[in-house]
């Protein structure tokens, strides 16, 4: 397992997140709309040069030394000139170095397109690679007609469509992996986990924020739930962690009834891949079986307020075009389906990642 990452305190940056929030609205409130407008376009043309970085691996060329266009050009197979001013873009808005003589070298956050701890590589080639993309650009026809543009670009949903798509699959998975890591130390840095003897993680993928929850509390014991055909690669993990013996794999799915007794429940972006009655079906489930006092952690962003800035409007529109059903939710539409399932929501923790904490408990 990878060591913690050092965190800043979480009210210094809420305070730091609010400055630069009140700086940017004062920014754009001096300047006409469409130079406003015009500006925020231009994050269009930022898009696809950074996954054309990604594919190609530049990083991996630059981490021992800086290269130039022409060298980079050799290594992949692309043309110099072309290549270069992708690169240059990319060096404008900070994401690489140029230097004299057309070189580039690898700076903080080129080193994110490392394969690795840290990595958004994989990440960026999923979601601005050609089948993305391409749902995307079919987003006008789920706004007119409520067909999901994945599912009408391809003719099946994304998860069958992956299924069938090995390579598309495996980066798939190795993009949740990454994006799943960056929210790890945050959860665990403002929750209380040591109380509980033994943790549930519903549709924890191969187990690997139950494991990093388990090195913390040395006194816990794991139940990692997922579909049967994640077993490999959990008991992989499982035995690569050292969790032998307080960590176990158990096949089913959370949309039929299970019976997993638990002190504490974890879901981790499970919700916000269904519709509202299937999310329903998932926590009653989930509540039938859950002992008198046990708590259930939904690890989900909340949608703030009309006007309020936030990622989780972005991802949104990820989920408008890509998971049939899927959306982020805001407290009241949480509180709703949790009250329709027996559940009651006690409390949210705000952490420094967009990922908030749901206490929720029995009615």
């Given at each position: 397992m990878s060591s913690p990452q050092k965190l800043p305190p979480f009210g210094l940056v809420k305070a730091l997140n609010g400055f630069r929030n009140?700086?940017?609205?004062?920014?754009?409130?001096?300047?006409?709309?469409?130079?406003?407008?015009?500006?925020?376009?231009?994050?269009?043309?930022l898009l696809q040069p950074l996954y054309i970085a990604a594919e190609l691996n530049i990083a991996e060329f630059l981490k021992e030394k800086p290269l130039s266009a022409e060298e980079l050009a050799y290594k992949t197979?692309?043309?110099?000139?072309a290549l270069y001013r992708i690169l240059r873009a990319l060096a404008s808005e900070g994401i690489?170095?140029?230097?004299?003589?057309?070189?580039f070298m690898l700076n903080s956050r080129a080193r994110a397109l490392l394969e690795g701890e840290g990595s958004l590589r994989n990440m960026i080639i999923h979601h601005l690679g050609k089948i993305n993309w391409s749902a995307q650009g079919n987003l006008l026809h789920t706004v007119k007609t409520g067909e999901n543009a994945f599912t009408?670009?391809?003719?099946s949903d994304i998860y069958p469509y992956l299924q069938e798509n090995h390579d598309e699959l495996l980066r798939f998975e190795r993009s949740m992996s990454d994006l799943s890591a960056m929210a790890f130390d945050p959860v665990i840095s403002r929750y209380d986990f040591s109380p509980f003897k033994t943790i549930a993680d519903i549709g924890g993928g191969e187990g690997l924020l139950l494991a990093r929850i388990l090195e913390k509390n040395m006194f816990a014991e794991g139940l990692l739930f997922d579909l049967p055909e994640n077993s490999g690669k959990a008991a992989a993990f499982i035995a690569s962690s050292g969790l032998n013996r307080r960590m176990t794999f158990i096949p089913g799915s959370f949309l039929e009834p299970f019976n997993i007794p638990a002190d504490l429940y974890i879901m981790k972006n499970v919700l916000h891949n269904w519709d509202d009655e299937q999310c329903c079906l998932i926590l009653a489930n989930l509540r039938k079986v859950m002992p008198k006092r046990s708590k259930l952690l939904i690890l989900e962003m909340v949608v703030p307020g009309p006007d309020r800035s936030s990622y989780s409007k972005m991802i949104d529109i990820q989920m408008l075009a890509a998971m049939p059903g899927g959306r982020e939710r805001t407290?009241?539409?949480?509180h709703s389906l949790l009250k329709k399932s027996g559940l009651r929501l006690k409390r949210i923790i705000p952490t420094i990642a967009p990922l908030s904490i749901l206490e929720t408990v029995g009615e």
């Open positions: 009140l700086v940017l609205k004062l920014h754009r409130s001096l300047f006409p709309g469409q130079v406003v407008l015009y500006e925020q376009v231009q994050a269009f043309w197979g692309c043309r110099p000139e690489f170095k140029e230097k004299d003589g057309r070189c009408y670009t391809y003719g407290k009241p539409e949480f």
